[in-house]
């Protein structure tokens, strides 16, 4: 073979085939006179692979090739590709612990940003989703609701509770003893409320007393959105209207 060294581009990078008898200090020049010349020629955009073939080199040649490889020219060499076996270089090794702190960084905001929603108890807490049986909710300002609230659910607030969906679990608003919270519901068919320090439970004489007001509009059966609040130390439930807010708010 006339060449002493030649380079062979592939899928994943370079092969390197060196002459197994020349010394290895005029076949590292070689090679490095050979990837300054066509430095420009080298067009990879990711980190590649470079396999060694026809001669063993020592772990310290490999490194000082490699060294001097990516001093003359912009390639990036993720990995050795040696006896077919891919060996991970210091840059690889650099990536991959970027990457992971990178990750844990990520991690670590997601886990701040939720802590911090969770303590803006100024601006009040919102779930998006349908709280099933066993499932809870607490804040410690007032909760918006998108969804239903079944059976066995329990959602509770130092302030008001808003329900954007139906009621059929367990509501208390104001926990501090705030006798002054309200809870909302698009559908109000509670299994129990709580204001305060007050209490209401969904039996028969409750029903009658407004817990399913209903209407009836084209043989359709409509549930009213309805607000619960207490008043002279009772809990009462109401359908929504202007008036009632009007007289809560005075």
């Known amino acids: 073979m ?6 062979k581009g592939n899928k994943i990078g370079l092969t390197l085939w060196l ?11 070689q090679l490095m006179d050979k990837f300054q010349a066509s430095a420009s020629f080298f067009a990879f955009s990711k980190p590649i692979a470079v396999k060694f073939e026809g001669r063993r080199l020592q772990y310290e040649q490999m490194t000082e090739i490699l060294q001097g490889i990516t001093e003359v020219t912009s390639l990036q060499i993720a990995y050795i590709i040696d006896e077919d076996v891919a060996i991970e270089t ?17 991690e670590l ?10 303590e803006k108890s100024s601006e009040g807490m919102f779930y998006k989703g349908t709280l099933r049986s066993g499932q809870s909710i607490t ?6 609701v998108l969804g239903d609230v079944n059976p066995g659910a329990t959602v509770s607030a130092k302030g008001n509770v808003v329900i954007l ?37 969904n039996s028969d004489e409750e ?18 959105p309805q607000m619960a609040f207490v008043e002279n130390g009772q809990i009462y439930v109401e359908p929504i209207s202007k008036s ?3 007289e809560l708010m005075i």
Do not use: W
């Open 2 to 7: 006339n060449q002493s060294v030649m380079i």
């Open 19 to 29: 002459d197994p008898d020349l010394e290895y200090e005029e076949l590292y020049e």
């Open 90 to 106: 210091k840059f690889q090794q650099m990536i991959a612990e970027c990457e992971a702190e990178q990750k844990a960084q990520k």
């Open 109 to 118: 905001e997601q886990q701040e940003a939720f802590n911090q929603q969770k």
């Open 139 to 144: 804040s410690d300002s007032s909760v918006v």
């Open 165 to 201: 969906g139906a009621l059929k679990g367990y509501a208390y608003a104001g926990t501090d003893d705030n006798d002054h919270a309200f809870i909302v519901a698009l559908e109000m068919h509670p299994m129990q409320i709580r204001i305060g320090n007050q209490i209401a439970r």
């Open 207 to 224: 029903v009658k007393r407004g817990f399913r007001i209903k209407k009836k509009k084209k043989n359709i059966e409509i549930t009213e």
């Open 244 to 246: 009632l807010i009007h």
